[in-house]
T-cell receptor, first 115, second 119 residues
Framework: KAGVTQTPRYLIKTRGQQVTLSCSPI?????VSWYQQTPGQGLQFLFE???????NKGNFPGRFSGRQFSNSRSEMNVSTLELGDSALYLC??????????????FGNGTRLTVT | AQTVTQSQPEMSVQEAETVTLSCTYD???????LFWYKQPPSRQMILVIR??????QNATENRFSVNFQKAAKSFSLKISDSQLGDAAMYFC????????????????FGQGTILTVHP
């Protein structure tokens, strides 16, 4: 069974631009979560989606948004990029929301560099 | 809000030896999940072990075991018979339970501990 697939693996953007990252969960998984990983702030939760609905949201500005499609694939968008948005963005999927007998499976991440 | 603290930025161990990684957390909740994740250079986060707070018995997974001290809010990971492939960044993480009793997909992570394994 294929794992969580994130595309692209690397991305370079300039300040002020917007970016869209994609995540394809493991087949059959219906919940997707997104995390930002930086050396300074560590791993921080962005949002969680289940059945196309945002179930939980982290403490990030409105420039960060996401969505989930009917096939459970998810995208996150960052508008008006800032240098501080440079990070590794990790996507994780699970069969159902949360951890009850359904642990998160992470992808390899998208490395975003903002110049 | 919950916080997770890993006080050891780096640890090292000799191959075949045992090492313990420390983690403390702060929460006012009585039911929750705790995790240890491993992140090798490939960047993929891999679940090592999981502990449900309502279970008093410490979780074990092959060479990996935890020492869960609920009253002290401590959750350490012991790696026995360390192998070169254990070298990675290790993260301790916390997950709340929702009102309905199911847990959230939101994890609160510690800052991580880099583990080096010497041959």
């Amino acid at each position: 069974k294929a794992g969580v697939t994130q595309t692209p693996r690397y991305l370079i953007k300039t300040r002020g631009q917007q970016v869209t990252l994609s995540c394809s969960p493991i087949s059959g998984h219906r919940s997707v979560s997104w995390y930002q990983q930086t050396p300074g702030q560590g791993l921080q939760f962005l949002f969680e989606y289940f059945s196309e609905t945002q179930r939980n949201k982290g403490n990030f500005p409105g420039r960060f948004s996401g969505r989930q499609f009917s096939n459970s694939r998810s995208e996150m968008n960052v508008s008006t990029l800032e240098l501080g948005d440079s990070a590794l963005y990790l996507c994780a999927s699970s069969l159902l929301p949360g951890q009850d007998n359904s642990p998160l499976h992470f992808g390899n991440g998208t490395r975003l560099t903002v110049t | 809000a919950q916080t997770v603290t890993q006080s050891q930025p780096e640890m090292s161990v000799q191959e075949a030896e045992t090492v313990t990684l420390s983690c403390t957390y702060d929460t006012s909740e009585s039911d929750y999940y705790l995790f240890w994740y491993k992140q090798p250079p490939s960047r993929q986060m891999i679940l090592v072990i999981r502990q449900e707070a309502y279970k008093q018995q410490n979780a074990t997974e092959n060479r990996f075991s935890v020492n869960f001290q609920k009253a002290a809010k401590s959750f350490s990971l012991k790696i026995s018979d360390s192998q070169l492939g254990d070298a990675a960044m290790y993260f301790c993480a916390y997950s709340s339970l929702s009102v309905g009793g199911t847990s959230y997909g939101k994890l609160t992570f510690g800052q991580g501990t880099i583990l080096t394994v010497h041959p």
